[in-house]
């Protein structure tokens, strides 16, 4: 069981917009600002998309965006494209010995 | 550019230990951490612990405290991750990935090193 929530499963056509939520507690998501996503496609390492609740790093598209409101972190795709379909991660610092947590992961399929 | 580049597959027999390498280049090894990630087949991320290659010291997930050892060679660039007393449930993908700071977010990847744990 994985300390951040997902939903296991998002889909959407291209073009629309999708938003996946990831929820933890005040020790983890709430307390900090260090909340990131990953994106993964099958058999690749992870990529950084989003760091720090919202900052992209250069050369992500600005289609992925991020917002936070109290113990839930979210990720938002606009402009959904083919290439977006991956599985896609958030992760946070936590004041727990495990330092970092990750959620179960979201697999996102683009219609 | 900044390159992570980890070593080889592994198949081990339980109770065994494996060792893993993460070489790093584009970048000063010491100036960042070094973290290490593991993928179960078809599960999610996981991650196991942090090494700061300045003065190597480190910080384990509670979980692998008791057999995880990281280490740097900061002559070669390389971490390490040594992970020990293997059993059936430790087979997965091991990522090592950078970090400025403890607390920030891991930039780059390494390529993966697929670990197998099979008598």
């Known amino acids: 069981q994985s300390a951040l929530t997902q939903p296991a499963s998002v889909s959407g056509s291209p073009g629309q917009s999708i938003t996946i939520s990831c929820t933890g507690t005040s020790s983890d998501v709430g307390g900090y600002n260090y909340v990131s996503w990953y994106q993964q496609h099958p058999g690749k390492a992870p990529k950084l998309m989003i760091y720090?609740?919202?900052n992209r790093p250069s050369g992500v598209s600005n289609r992925f965006s991020g917002s936070k409101s109290g113990n839930t972190a979210s990720l938002t795709i606009s402009g959904l494209q083919t290439e977006d379909e991956a599985d896609y991660y958030c992760s946070s610092y936590t004041t727990s010995s495990t330092y970092w947590v990750f959620g179960g992961g979201t697999k996102l399929t683009v219609l | 550019q900044v390159q992570l580049v980890q070593s080889g597959a592994e198949v081990k027999k339980p109770g065994a230990s494996v060792k893993v390498s993460c070489k790093a280049s584009g970048y000063t090894l010491s100036n960042y951490y070094m973290h290490w990630v593991r993928q179960a087949p078809g599960q999610g991320l996981e991650w196991m612990g942090m090494i700061n290659p300045s003065g190597g010291a480190t910080d384990y997930a509670q979980k692998f405290q008791d057999r995880v050892t990281m280490i740097r060679d900061t002559s070669t660039s390389t971490v390490y991750m040594e992970l020990s007393s293997l059993r059936s449930e430790d087979t997965a993908v091991y990522f090592c990935?950078?970090?400025?700071?403890?607390?920030?977010?891991?930039?780059?990847w390494g390529q993966g090193t697929q670990v197998t744990v099979s008598s």
């Open positions: 720090d609740v919202t």
């Open positions: 990935a950078r970090g400025f700071d403890r607390n920030s977010p891991f930039d780059y």
